[in-house]
T-cell receptor
């Protein structure tokens, strides 16, 4: 079946380092991908998204890279800060017909930033 | 005030009891969703509604029902709660198809349900 998964369930970095969180997806028909951040006790918050017609998109301190050849997605966080400590989820969607807006989420990666 | 409000935030109940989790939104979004989160399993879709007259089953709808009372309100019910429904439940909203950010979900803070 269709699934979205993560290579590393946990990631620990030092403050100021760059972080890379990876995600693999299996549905080659997926054409939209999104990253969420979930802090303890809160709901997931949107970070950045990317459509399949792009291979890179940048936001504030974050970059998402999409490699459709190997069905891989990554989130890069520059100059990681303690406030970036959270669980990060990737999600995918096939934006066709009634699937539009229905996201399939990965398991999540726990990012811990040490001062 | 939060854009997506869930009540209750925490609930402990017993097996066999009927439970309702409520969600209201001030985003003006057409689409609303209920997700369940379990450790190590990410978020799984229970039910979703693309407008007031539309209700659709998600990945794990068995044991749950929903009601879309108005554009701004979407409730999730467990008719007879069982222990394996112990989880964190999230309501989310998104704009309709063709609108800016159509696929971006805005989540509530979650409702933690424990079934004993």
């Amino acid at each position: 079946g269709e699934s979205v998964g993560l290579h590393l369930p946990t990631l620990s970095v030092q403050e100021g380092d760059n972080s890379i969180i990876n995600c693999a997806y299996s549905n080659s028909a997926s054409d939209y991908f999104i990253w969420y951040k979930q802090e303890s006790g809160k709901g997931p918050q949107f970070i950045i998204d990317i459509r399949s017609n792009m291979d890179k998109r940048q936001g504030q301190r974050v970059t998402v890279l999409l490699n459709k050849t190997v069905k891989h997605l990554s989130l890069q966080i520059a100059a990681t800060q303690p406030g970036d400590s959270a669980v990060y989820f990737c999600a995918e969607n096939y934006a066709g017909g009634t699937s539009y807006g229905k996201l399939t989420f990965g398991q999540g990666t726990i990012l811990t930033v040490h001062p | 005030d939060a854009d997506v409000t869930q009540t209750p935030r925490n609930r402990i109940t017993k097996t066999g009891k009927r439970i309702m989790l409520e969600c209201s939104q001030t985003k003006g979004h057409d689409r609303m969703y209920w997700y369940r989160q379990d450790p190590g399993l990410g978020l799984r879709l229970i039910y979703y509604s693309f407008d007031v007259k539309d209700i659709n089953k998600g990945e794990i709808s068995d044991g749950y029902s929903v009601s879309r009372q108005a554009q701004a309100k979407f409730s999730l019910s467990l008719e007879s709660a069982i222990p394996n429904q112990t989880a964190l439940y999230f309501c989310a909203t998104s704009p309709g198809q063709g609108r800016s950010g159509a696929n971006v979900l805005t989540f509530g803070a979650g409702s933690r349900l424990t079934v004993l």
